[in-house]
């Protein structure tokens, strides 16, 4: 029978377990370094090639070899030198490696039953009982001379009996909760934890430095944003916190989340004292609390500090490239940092010509902060947006995410903004290499998973741009994804899906707009009526309700005056240099259905060209019913089906492998969507 466990020096091994017990006390070991541990143990003495070892242990995952080396460096620390003074584990140069050490195996039925010396037979650990029982020191036998009388005799085996039962019980129960510790802590890896950190709250507001409370929690929300164990609610969803009026149970329900980091901060002269606290969302029990004093000229440590004690504080297991990311400090001159906070902080206030300015500054006083570069890609393209397309924005933007990137290569926020960009601009083939690549970096990372969904949409992937939104929803389940629509869902016909997936409280006019035309293509044309015009009621100079205003037109059997409203809306869209090509199909659609076949064809090669060719939808889409016999239809589509077969074609030589049965999705990594809307609402497009 195969030995259930090893004792070698002060360590027992259960690898039924996943259980390492140094004297009483388990061991607390990341999943794969137990199996590489077990591995060894199991195949002792024995030479074991890297190869072999990263067959055994990573057959499932595809890492580098250097991941090995990490581990077993990390496996010497935990195990420390054997009673001989050399390691555990001898390295065989360009070999491989060997376990070696003293072993006891002990088989289950060769084990002495500590239940029943405890007088329990039930299920209280036996075999850690048992283990621990056998390593504990026998009396030396007394010489014969010496021999006890027979009721001295009978009283030691009393007393040894009595000391047996307590030890088995307290050792029983020693393993069984550090072992339920162990388990615990296993479960909380498999999933992330998900955590919001709310603006810190001024002590001492003067106006000139409110401003930090944001943008100090933006830049540790970046900070934890590489971390694939940990959810961290983006700085868009937190943003409209009053940091003086925070209700921890309703920010808790509204964020859905476990975890939520609170602080306050004084800034006097140069110093800057930052208390905070981290609090379980559901009981409101204080986890943890710190104050610290910064020198405000070094005011870039406090987003390093915090996450680290953090992460720290929560346990959270960390990769080789996560722990060295997070033991990476950042460096910034400190003038040039306080703008760039200033920037941030105006940014998530919808101020984003204050925002563009304040990032220009920052990075004109220190080139090298490779954030600064991000942030301000984000600013130009969401000002873009705003301006229906500004091109001068987007060049603008685009540089400055390649800066960003050429500064520091690892940085997920630019590589997800500049995916957006490039979807919004008709260049989707390279948003999603982009995107890939920061999933690479974390598979859980909502945001760009979000933006992968959009992008798969666009190209006409439509039931993965479905099991990719979801999975962002899953990760993420807090107001700002929930405040977007899964539109893939309406391109496959799922038409109630989609009008189940839309907020149901939101009465924005972006959900307006989509409400309405779902109910559109259900034939419910007074309802969506209804929405239409409400929608347009609400924002008429947006997109969106203007085509639904269209639409609206189109159910009263106003064909004359749709046309000429629609018309007015090209002239805009051409005027200000429009670049979404959904949102442009949206206007090809409503020509369609008010009768204008020819604009409806002209419109609609238009957004083919400009990047979305979801040929899937567009050879069924029932809304363009009235030009599908056309010849221009024909070539249009075409086009469409030609573009779709080649990025089809290339996302099947890239798409990774479906995770094994049993694996988590999020660990396997996925594949892109476009500007932020204002005060951080996703556009639907």
């Not at 925070?246 to 208390?275: F, M, N, Q």
């Amino acid at each position: 029978m195969q030995p259930t466990t090893f004792r070698f020096a002060s360590y027992t091994l259960i690898p039924r377990d996943q259980l390492l017990l140094r004297g009483s006390q388990p061991v607390p070991f990341a999943p794969k370094l137990f199996d590489l541990l077990a591995y060894m143990v199991e195949h002792r003495g024995r030479l074991l090639t890297r190869e072999e070892l990263m067959k055994a242990v990573w057959a499932d995952t595809v890492v580098e070899e250097g991941n090995l080396t990490v581990n077993i460096s990390l496996l010497r620390k935990a195990l420390g030198d054997a009673p001989n003074g050399k390691p555990y584990i001898e390295t065989v140069p360009r070999r491989g490696y060997r376990f070696q050490a003293e072993f006891v195996e002990v088989d289950p039925g060769e084990m002495p039953d500590a239940g029943a010396a405890a007088g329990d037979s039930s299920d209280a650990a036996p075999p850690v009982a048992a283990a621990a029982a056998a390593a504990q020191p026998t009396p030396a036998p007394a010489k014969a001379a010496a021999q006890p009388t027979h009721r001295r005799r009978d009283r030691q085996r009393a007393v040894f009996v009595g000391l047996a039962l307590v030890l088995g019980i307290a050792v029983a129960w020693i393993a069984r909760s550090g072992f339920s510790t162990y388990q615990a802590r296993q479960r909380a890896a498999a999933s992330p934890l998900n955590l919001a950190v709310l603006p810190f709250r001024n002590l001492k507001p003067s106006g000139d430095d409110d401003f930090l409370g944001f943008a100090m929690a933006d830049a540790i929300i970046t900070r934890l944003g590489y971390f694939s164990r940990l959810s961290v609610r983006p700085s868009s969803a937190v943003a409209g916190y009053d940091p003086a009026a925070l209700e921890l149970a309703r920010v808790a329900r509204d964020l859905k989340v476990d975890r939520l980091l609170t602080g306050t901060y004084v800034h006097e002269g140069r110093d800057l004292r930052l208390s905070a606290q981290l609090i379980d969302a559901g009981s409101q029990r204080l986890l943890w609390s710190d104050s610290v004093s910064f020198d405000y000229q070094n005011l870039i440590d406090v987003q390093d500090r915090v996450a680290q004690e953090l992460l720290a504080r929560l346990q959270i297991p960390l990769s080789v490239p996560e722990a060295t990311r997070l033991a990476e400090r950042h460096h910034a001159k400190s003038d040039a940092y306080e703008e760039y906070l200033k920037g941030v902080n105006a940014y998530a206030m919808d101020q984003f010509e204050d925002s563009i300015r304040d990032l220009e500054a920052a990075a004109h006083l220190d080139p090298d902060y490779a954030p600064t570069w991000a942030m301000l890609g984000r600013a130009y393209t969401t000002n873009a947006s705003l301006r229906f397309g500004g091109a001068r924005d987007y060049a603008q933007a685009l540089a400055a995410y390649q800066t960003a990137l050429r500064l520091d290569p690892v940085q997920i926020v630019p590589r997800v903004y500049m995916a957006n960009l490039f979807t919004d601009t008709g260049r989707v083939e390279e948003a999603v290499p982009l995107l890939r690549e920061a999933l690479q970096v974390n598979p859980n990372h909502a945001e760009a998973l979000w933006e992968l969904s959009y992008a798969y949409r666009f190209a006409g992937l439509l039931e993965a741009s479905v099991t990719t939104a979801e999975r962002a929803r899953q990760i993420d389940s807090s107001v700002k994804i929930n405040s977007s629509a899964i539109n893939a869902y309406l391109y496959l016909g799922s038409y109630q899906q989609f009008l189940d997936s839309l907020p149901g409280q939101n009465t924005s006019a972006y959900v307006l707009f989509y409400r309405g035309y779902a109910e559109y293509h259900l034939g419910r044309r007074a309802d969506a009526q209804r929405d239409f015009d409400r929608a347009y009621e609400l924002d008429p100079d947006l997109l969106q309700p203007e085509v639904g205003k269209a639409l609206s037109y189109a159910i009263s059997s106003e064909q004359r005056r749709g046309i000429e409203f629609l018309r007015g809306v090209e002239a805009q869209l051409v005027e200000r240099g429009v670049t979404d090509a959904e949102g442009i199909y949206k206007v090809a659609q409503a020509y369609a259905q008010l009768g204008d076949d020819n604009a409806a064809l002209r419109v609609l090669k238009t957004s083919i060209d400009g990047g979305f060719f979801c040929y899937p939808y567009i050879r069924r889409d029932p809304l363009l019913e009235p030009v599908r016999k056309s010849e221009e239809f024909a070539s249009s589509l075409e086009a469409a089906r030609a573009r779709f077969d080649r990025f089809r074609a290339g996302f099947d030589r890239q798409q990774p492998q479906s995770p094994p049965p049993g694996k988590s999705a999020a660990n396997a990594p996925v594949d892109l969507p476009g500007p932020t809307a204002p005060s951080g609402q996703r556009g639907f497009n």
